[in-house]
């Protein structure tokens, strides 16, 4: 099995720390997308990363697909429930982290553009998205609705989301009035799967 991504990537690490957390072995293949030069388009047209090569020979990409595919292969430990609907309120918190993820990904691009073409608008309106998607997560975690002691697609979502905003810099004081999210992301960033994802300094 082989996943295609960046080391840079929340959602590749997102689909990095699944598979370490089920013991499944994988060949890491370092492509960046946003490089002149790669061979992402190969194994997913858009262009995007993660994508995933079983040995079967099978392509599956991007990263709540190939999060589906792994469980789909039925080994310990879960990370979705078994219910159906269940497993749907979970994949729309896994949806909202990657929104954190796009939002984040969109101000880090906005802000390499020559000062002369950035716009703070822009920026501001990703702020916005990222601060009201936190607020959610912490109330979801304050109702019982996001479980901030389980390992599942939701919780490894929300802490590749908010590993990525530490790493770029982006939302500075989001822990600020949100304990319940940061005793989550305390948890999960002291995990061995966490510790070996850690996206590199630069």
């Known amino acids: 099995m082989k996943l295609i991504g960046s080391y840079t990537s929340p959602f590749v690490r997102k689909i990095s720390i ?20 790669n061979n992402v388009m190969h194994y997913n047209p858009l262009g995007k990363v993660p ?11 991007d990263s709540p697909i190939i999060a ?16 159906p609907l269940a497993a749907l309120k979970m994949r729309q918190i896994e949806a909202l982290a990657d929104g954190i993820m796009d939002a984040a990904l969109i101000s880090v691009r ?3 553009r020559p000062a002369a073409q ?25 109702e019982g609705l996001l479980r901030g002691d389980a390992l599942d697609l939701a919780t490894v979502s929300v802490a ?6 530490n790493f770029r810099h982006v ?13 989550l992301v305390e948890n999960l ?10 996206p590199p300094k630069a």
């Open 18 to 37: 699944i598979l370490l957390e089920k013991g499944i072995t994988f060949e890491f293949v370092n492509e960046q997308p946003y490089n002149a030069i």
């Open 118 to 142: 950035q716009s703070e608008s822009e920026r501001q309106r990703q702020r916005e998205k990222i601060n009201h998607s936190l607020d959610c997560l912490e109330r979801y975690l304050d």
């Open 110 to 112: 906005e802000s390499a």
């Open 160 to 165: 590749c989301a908010i590993g990525y905003l």
């Open 51 to 61: 994508a995933l090569v079983t040995d079967e020979g099978d392509v599956w990409y």
């Open 171 to 183: 939302a500075p004081g989001w822990c600020v009035d949100r304990p319940l999210l940061v005793k």
């Open 68 to 83: 589906e595919y792994i469980e789909l292969l039925n080994i310990a430990p879960a990370m979705l429930p078994q219910d």
């Open 189 to 198: 960033f002291q995990r061995e799967s966490f510790a070996r994802t850690e």
